[in-house]
């Protein structure tokens, strides 16, 4: 059974940079995408950016330019960069691996605050 554990969330200032990782208890390569969502309290859980297999990556429009979604096939790792963070970055952050199924992480929290 594959498992995801999300790291490297916690409280920066604004305009500040955090890298979330997820690990990968099984083989990376067996999802078609792995992405990153996020849920803010009271929102519904959306789509922050996704990476193929291939590498090809989309990101929702709110983050372009800021975040950086990568991969490391050796380390099964995702990785997400973000900079330039905003207090609506604010939400939890959760990795999803998707294959014939979907799994998700536990979480990491990120907030945004001065």
């Known amino acids: 059974q594959v498992q995801l554990v999300e790291s490297g969330g916690g409280l920066v200032q604004p305009g500040g940079s955090l890298r979330l990782s997820c690990v990968v208890s099984?083989?990376?390569?067996?999802?078609?995408?792995m992405g990153w969502y996020r849920q803010a309290p009271g929102n519904q859980r959306e789509l922050v950016a996704i990476?193929?297999?291939?590498?090809?990556?989309n990101y929702v429009d709110s983050v372009k330019g800021r975040f950086t979604i990568s991969r490391d096939n050796a380390k099964n790792m995702v990785y997400l960069q973000m900079n330039s963070l905003k207090p609506e970055d604010t939400a939890v952050y959760y990795c999803?691996?998707?294959?014939?199924?979907?799994?998700w992480g536990q979480g990491t929290q990120v907030t945004v605050s001065s």
């Open positions: 999803r691996w998707s294959a014939s199924y979907v799994l």
């Open positions: 990476i193929s297999r291939g590498g090809s990556t």
């Open positions: 099984g083989s990376i390569l067996s999802a078609n995408t």
